[in-house]
């Protein structure tokens, strides 16, 4: 049911819209009041005007989302898994009554600040600093690659205090915190991405979500969240990038006036493409299962983001060279779900760090 209303929702709220935002490097942001009425966003979590329809339905939502563009996706994973997400984990009962209700509805819209512009693989080593003062906390230091930072009313922003990384919840207007908008991007370009400075940020001490004082740890379970809706939404590129090529190859006359598709070549590239779409598919099933199980480990998460976006991108590449010319034309999805899935493969997570995650694990040797 969920998968078949946000099929229905992208079909009429964003395919007519999304490669024009996309073009024009601007985020739909006419569909935020769409998307929270039908009540995507915090999924499956429970209370707060949440729907807790659980971790597969969350999935099937973002596999959905990102069929229309990584950039929708995106925005979903940020709002639900990243900024939701530690709210309700790790925050305080007032802070989840003042910003769940009005994130679930978009009527508030959040960001999550970690990567920093020197520290992105390694957060450990981020530089952004909290003391105690006062008025509550002061906060030094900057962050990069932020989506939703310039629009967001609220930022889960994880900073140094007394040696130990917390999470506190700056808000929009504070004094001493401002967000830029990056541009001049060749990807996830109808997606809005911040740096965020913070200059003498002072925020009271109830901004600092109780729950989030056990350094990297909270920081590293929003993530592991957010990648399971990755690895969901990577298949939804991937989905749609192929219905495009078995399409176009139906209809497009080569050769003694038959279609591109009765060739063995094209019939073995769209067979491939099937087949690794329904293999991530049952791969990404049994870890989002065992994830509501509560038995999931990260590296699971680490091979299916992974093996997804990989996937993903091999088929859009597949599919661009099915259409020939036509590949790179604005009227086929096909080059935008390409561009976005080059971001997707680096965001939470570059394709190499998770290969390594994974190698640790099997040997017991960190190789980084």
């Not at 009041?33 to 995507?40: S, T």
């Not at 995106?74 to 769940?100: C, D, R």
């Not at 070549?265 to 769209?270: E, F, P, R």
């Not at 480990?297 to 599919?319: C, D, G, Q």
Request: charged share 20%; aromatic share 8%.
């Amino acid at each position: 049911l969920m998968m078949n209303s946000t099929k229905d929702f992208v079909n009429k709220e964003v395919l007519p819209i999304i490669d024009q935002a996309y073009m024009d490097a601007r985020f739909p942001n006419e569909i935020l009041a769409p998307l929270g009425k039908m009540g995507f966003l915090g999924a499956p979590l429970e209370g707060y005007g949440c729907p807790g329809v659980g971790y597969v339905a969350y999935g099937l939502i973002n596999m959905m989302l990102e069929a229309g563009d990584s950039a929708l996706r995106s925005f979903n994973s940020v709002q639900t898994s990243l900024v939701m997400f530690p709210i309700y984990h790790f925050g305080s009962e007032a802070q989840k009554q003042k910003w769940l209700p009005e994130l679930a509805t978009a009527r508030k819209i959040g960001c999550f600040g970690l990567t920093e512009p020197d520290h992105g693989s390694n957060p450990a080593e981020m530089e952004t600093k909290a003391v105690k003062v006062d008025a509550g906390y002061k906060i030094n230091g900057a962050k990069m690659w932020i989506t939703n930072g310039s629009i967001a009313d609220v930022a889960i922003v994880w900073a140094k205090y007394e040696g130990n990384v917390c999470g506190f919840l700056v808000e929009k207007g504070t004094k001493g915190f401002s967000a830029k908008t990056m541009t001049n991007k060749h990807s996830l370009r109808a997606s809005i991405t911040s740096e965020l400075i913070f200059e003498d940020c002072i925020v009271p001490e109830d901004a600092l979500m109780p729950g989030a004082q056990v350094g990297l740890r909270a920081a590293f379970q929003c993530l592991n969240s957010a990648r399971l809706g990755i690895a969901w939404g990577a298949i939804g590129a991937a989905m749609a990038c192929y219905q495009t090529a078995v399409d176009y190859s139906l209809s497009r006359v080569q050769f003694h006036g038959k279609p591109i598709a009765s060739h063995q070549l094209i019939q073995k590239d769209l067979v491939d493409m099937l087949t690794e779409i329904s293999k991530a598919q049952f791969l990404t099933l049994q870890i989002t299962r065992l994830k509501e199980q509560g038995k999931v480990k990260p590296e699971h998460i680490s091979m299916v983001k992974r093996n997804n976006v990989k996937m993903a991108l091999e088929i859009a590449r597949k599919s661009r060279d099915i259409l020939g010319a036509n590949g790179i034309s604005a009227e086929y999805p096909v080059m935008r779900h390409m561009c976005n899935l080059e971001s997707v493969i680096t965001y939470e997570g570059t394709d190499n760090v998770h290969t390594l995650t994974i190698g640790k694990y099997i040997t017991g040797i960190s190789a980084f």
